[in-house]
């Protein structure tokens, strides 16, 4: 019914920069916040950084100051520009909304594939 798309993803230099994208398409009424997250090899997965329908904006503080994050919601898309990259940036890149399709009175939580974020030295 719903399906998130990422992309932008790749391998860069550190000090350089990539910008994300995630598209949502499907059965959509609504989508209320949207987000982005990452894991890294042995790791959990932690928030990067989730931005309300409204605009309200929550950056985890290992990025705050260098990842900016930013919807369309005519679109129904959310991005992640992400400049002074570091190594330890490194991860899968997973993209989150909160949806509202035509077929239910929930609002349910939804997961891109992943995109991979690599950052040398």
């Known amino acids: 019914q719903v399906q998130l798309a990422e992309s932008g993803g790749g391998l860069v230099q550190a000090g350089g920069s990539l910008r994300l994208s995630c598209a949502a398409s499907?059965?959509?009424?609504?989508?209320?916040?949207m987000g982005w997250y990452r894991q890294a090899p042995g790791k959990q997965r932690e928030l990067v950084a989730d931005?309300?329908?409204?605009?309200?904006?929550n950056y985890a503080d290992s990025v705050k100051g260098r990842f900016t994050i930013s919807r369309d919601n005519a679109k129904n898309m959310v991005y992640l520009q992400m400049n002074s990259l570091k190594p330890e940036d490194t991860a899968v890149y997973y993209c989150?909304?909160?949806?509202?399709?035509?077929?239910?009175?929930?609002?349910?939580?939804?997961w891109g594939q992943g995109t991979q974020v690599t950052v040398s030295s």
């Open positions: 989150n909304a909160n949806i509202r399709t035509l077929y239910t009175t929930q609002t349910l939580g939804y």
């Open positions: 499907g059965s959509i009424l609504m989508i209320n916040g």
């Open positions: 931005i309300s329908r409204g605009g309200g904006i």
